[in-house]
């Protein structure tokens, strides 16, 4: 269950863990891994306290499945849209032949003419399916949605990832590879 409080540490930790890690003194290592007692310090440090309980829980219930606890529990990462400098240690995969990006009405136009682009993050991410994308999108307005020829994308060079929550990843994807849906 999404409480306020999860909501709030959620988003806490996506800045943090994602584009701030020095803001609130932690270091990133290989992979995006924090010592789950490095940060949870790091919080009471900054006036944000949050227990244990409540990261496992934000870890469990995040519906976008933000942040994941490597395998012994003690280390944790948010599992892509770092707009740091992070190797998340991703290793390429054959994506499926089709995927989607959810985006606003408002990038339509220069989506249609330049592709998409990763901005300030490291890649751009494609979800598996129109819903999951659809929701993406609705984030930044009236929803579109594109499919991505992945498969033709892949036969052509082009590299693929998916992070552990399975959103897609990759550099680029120009606009011969894209159909408005």
Known sequence: MNTPRLVKISKFLSKYLRHQPESLGIKLA???????EELLAACAKHKFPITRQELVAVVATNDKQRFSF????????????H????????????????????????????ILQTGLSK???HHV????????????????????VFAVDTATMYQAGYIFYCSD???WLVDAVPPEYLHQL
């Open 165 to 167: 929550n399975g959103v």
């Open 83 to 110: 707009s740091v400098e992070v190797d998340l240690q991703l290793l390429p995969a054959v994506p499926p032949d089709e995927l989607y990006h959810g985006t606003g009405h408002k990038a339509v136009e220069s």
């Open 70 to 81: 490597d395998s012994t529990g003690t280390l944790i990462r948010a599992n892509q849209g």
């Open 125 to 144: 991410h494609l979800s598996q399916d129109i819903t999951t994308a659809t929701t993406v999108g609705a984030r930044h307005g009236k929803p579109v």
């Open 119 to 121: 901005m300030s993050r």
């Open 30 to 36: 290989p992979g995006g891994w924090v010592a789950v």
